[in-house]
């Protein structure tokens, strides 16, 4: 799953980088300039979070805590992409 919006979520950030073309990097406000700077710590996080699902035994005991962290993993990877439309728009 995460795989799949690598994808989006480059293209993404690639075209919201450019928009700060115009402002320059140290004229841009802080609602342009947050998002692109903490988009791929977030995707990087998520990504970490479900790799890490592997790290759990592979039992029915652990299945519960396997199935959040992945879930919570996904979540913060999906959220780039609405980020930095909120850029783009």
């Not at 980088?17 to 004229?27: F, L, Q």
Request: proline share 8%; aromatic share 14%; with cysteine.
């Amino acid at each position: 799953m995460i795989g799949g919006l690598y994808l989006p979520a480059f293209t993404l950030y690639a075209f919201a980088t450019m928009a700060t073309d115009s402002c320059g990097p140290d004229h841009c406000p802080a609602n342009v300039t947050v998002p692109l700077i903490s988009a791929p710590f977030l995707y990087a996080t998520g990504a970490c979070l479900a790799l890490l699902t592997c790290a759990f035994p592979w039992t029915m005991r652990w299945r519960k805590a396997r199935f959040s962290v992945a879930w919570v993993g996904t979540a913060a990877s999906a959220s780039v992409v609405p980020l930095l439309l909120f850029v783009l728009v």
